[in-house]
């Protein structure tokens, strides 16, 4: 059974940063498709960045420049750095994982919806004050 488990968040004054952590239990990180969305309330969930089992690491053009997804497959860790953080930023992180899914190489600007991920972790709340 794959799990995924959040931690970090919390609120931040306009300008700051915060670190958002996602370990997963179950399985092999490196061998898995992962994402950070995030949801605003009242909408969808929106894909943030994303990571395939290649290596192939894409932005939503939202954050670009100031969101840095990284992981540590030893420890089975999936990170979301976030600087200059903007109170559009505020919503529900999620991280998501799925172990069938690849990027396709041909189309360097598609990022999967939500409904390509089979497992998702508990969400964590990311509050940015102006």
């Known amino acids: 059974q794959v799990r995924l488990v959040q931690s970090g968040g919390g609120t931040v004054q306009s300008g700051g940063s915060l670190k958002l952590s996602c370990v997963v239990s179950?399985?092999?990180?490196?061998?898995?498709?992962l994402a950070w969305f995030r949801q605003e309330s009242g909408k969808g969930r929106e894909a943030v960045a994303v990571?395939?089992?290649?290596?192939?690491?894409r932005y939503g053009d939202s954050v670009k420049g100031r969101f840095t997804l990284f992981k540590e497959d030893a420890k089975n860790t999936l990170y979301l750095e976030m600087d200059n953080l903007q109170p559009e930023d505020t919503a529900m992180y999620y991280c998501a994982a799925d172990d069938a899914l690849n990027l396709p190489t041909w189309d360097r600007s598609y990022i999967p919806g939500s409904g390509s991920f089979k497992f998702w972790g508990q969400g964590t709340q990311v509050t940015v004050s102006s």
């Open positions: 179950g399985g092999t990180l490196s061998t898995y498709c």
């Open positions: 990571i395939d089992e290649d290596g192939d690491l």
